[in-house]
């Protein structure tokens, strides 16, 4: 059995280790209040961006773009998010099992050398490295605090190499945000376009199943007058969808890390909490053994 000091110097241990698991964990619920904020803001824009591109679409255009050519797959790029740190849960793990998954389906058939991983995050990226693969971007200030510009720059660069016939297709492998206690681990395609489906996949669905902006849509189709022609103004939206769309699965991640690193936290602490109330029953336990104990050896000693 330990002595009362091992016991008092673990209580002291798990107690200095509790006031850290709760400090991170109000450090990340805030962070994670923030991203939400994030996330109510930019819904608006991405909503009324995809029912203009519905609304055109809905007339039957011919579209021609770069983005929406199919083409046989023989080169793919992959674009995991993870966070730059751990004390998430299971967050970086996921992902990183996702992308394993995804590289063993696309290298048997393409090669090595024909998968290219854009990694974002520090996590992910030190996984892809430990793959085998050379990452192709450094996206750690996106994992951290994601902007419009950055995440809009590396959607061009994505854009910009399907154009050119460098890549056949590109996926996002994301957590997408619902609540703090639901992420869901989300592996979609982003090139090329699905001009079926332009809005966001995880658009929240209504009681019956269906999608409530596309009930929206539906009951309203705007008679718009387009200059130069809708065709263009379709193919010159599309790219800004895009952009739009990586900025959307990297603040989906961001609030989806807070959201697992709150959680975790909270885990923590409570286990803190039942360990620190275990150790307290064995030191006075202990405490009166011991009394008892010198008790004894002295009405012991004085009956001698």
């Known amino acids: 059995m330990?002595?009362?000091?091992?016991?008092?110097t673990r209580i002291r241990s798990v107690k200095s280790t509790r006031k850290i698991t709760s400090a991170m964990k109000m450090v990340a619920s805030a962070k994670l209040h923030k991203a939400q904020g994030t996330i109510e803001s930019m819904m608006p824009y991405q909503r009324e961006l995809n029912r203009i591109l519905?609304?055109?679409?809905?007339?039957?255009?011919?579209?021609?773009?770069?983005?929406?050519?199919?083409?046989?797959?023989?080169?793919?790029?992959?674009?995991p998010f993870s966070s730059n740190s751990s004390l998430c849960g299971a967050y970086n793990a996921n992902v990183i099992k996702l992308l394993g998954q995804a590289v063993e389906e696309y290298v048997p058939a393409l090669g090595k050398e024909n998968v290219l991983v854009f990694p974002v995050g520090k996590k992910v990226e030190e996984a892809v490295k430990r793959m085998g693969f050379q990452p192709q971007a450094d996206a750690e200030t996106l994992a951290d605090?994601?902007?419009?510009?950055?995440?809009?720059?590396?959607?061009?660069?994505l854009m910009e190499m399907y154009a050119a016939g460098e890549v056949d297709r590109v996926e996002l492998i994301y957590h997408h945000f619902k609540?703090?206690?639901?992420?869901?681990?989300?592996?979609?395609?982003?090139?090329?376009?699905?001009?079926?489906q332009v809005g966001n996949p995880n658009d929240a669905a209504t009681a019956d199943g269906t999608n409530a902006d596309a009930t929206a849509d539906a009951a309203y189709r705007a008679d718009y007058i387009v200059e130069p022609s809708p065709e263009q103004l379709v193919a010159d939206l599309i790219p800004t969808v895009l952009c739009q769309r990586l900025f959307t699965a990297a603040a989906d991640s961001s609030a989806s890390e807070h959201a697992a690193r709150t959680?975790?936290?909270?885990?923590?602490?409570?286990?803190?909490?039942?360990?620190?109330?275990?150790?307290?029953?064995?030191?006075n336990k202990t405490r009166q053994q011991a009394i008892t104990s010198e008790l004894l050896d002295i009405v012991g000693g004085s009956m001698k």
Do not use: C, H, W
């Not at 002595?3 to 008092?8: A, D, H, I, P, Q």
């Not at 639901?182 to 592996?187: F, I, P």
């Open 2 to 8: 330990p002595s009362l000091k091992e016991v008092k």
């Open 54 to 79: 519905s609304n055109f679409l809905g007339g039957d255009l011919r579209v021609e773009s770069p983005y929406v050519a199919r083409k046989e797959t023989k080169r793919v790029a992959l674009v």
């Open 145 to 157: 605090k994601p902007t419009y510009q950055e995440a809009a720059d590396l959607a061009r660069r």
């Open 179 to 196: 609540s703090t206690g639901t992420q869901v681990l989300t592996r979609e395609a982003y090139l090329p376009v699905d001009l079926t």
């Open 263 to 283: 959680l975790a936290m909270q885990v923590a602490t409570d286990n803190a909490n039942d360990l620190i109330q275990d150790l307290t029953k064995q030191y």
